[in-house]
């Protein structure tokens, strides 16, 4: 469990790797990655966060989720990503079902529209109803679970990009392929 202050840390972090990375004089490459010297460098000198390699590796060791990752001596959000910059992702072949949670006021316009990315890059799926669950519990206290026929839209050319920890992220998904199954 992290303090409030490495919260506060873990969660600057995540903010310049999603979303504004040239707030902190960062470059990130077409993977979301930036070198771990350089980040620690930018971020210590424009955050003023006296960040540590050892630190980082601690923080994302003892986080309840993993925003992000470390990988030959890179580091790259993993997924929330709002960057102009599109961040490249690998396309696997999903389950056959996958899951979003979402608040009820949303759901008029999810079943007309489908589901889509809004503000961020890719639409944020779930492998299991319980992370959907918590997740859609963000914005409603008993959020609407949809069902996605995955493997269907894949056949239908929509791209899927599994990321760590059972959460999904694909391309716009058509209304033809949800279902409510919690409301």
Avoid: C
Avoid at 160 to 180: K, M, N, R, T
């Amino acid at each position: 469990m992290l303090t409030k202050e490495e919260q506060r840390i873990s969660k600057t972090i995540s903010y310049a790797l999603r979303h504004k990375p040239e707030e902190f004089g960062l470059v990130l490459d077409t993977d979301g990655f930036v070198a771990l010297d350089e980040f620690i460098e930018k971020m210590n000198h424009t955050a003023a966060l006296n960040l540590t390699i050892e630190q980082i590796h601690s923080l994302l060791t003892r986080s309840d989720k993993t925003r992000w990752e470390i990988t030959d001596q890179k580091i790259r959000a993993v997924y929330g990503h709002s960057t102009k910059q599109k961040i490249q992702k690998e396309s696997v072949l999903p389950p056959e079902y996958l899951y979003h949670g979402t608040a009820h006021r949303f759901l008029t316009s999810i079943l007309s529209q489908g589901l889509i990315p809004k503000d961020r890059q890719y639409v944020h799926l779930s492998q299991d109803t319980k992370t959907a669950m918590i997740v859609g519990k963000r914005r409603d206290a008993s959020p609407v679970i949809l069902r996605v026929s995955a493997q269907r839209a894949a056949t239908a050319g929509i791209q899927f990009y599994q990321e760590l920890e059972g959460i999904w992220l694909s391309d716009a998904i058509a209304a033809d392929y949800l279902e409510v199954i919690e409301d």
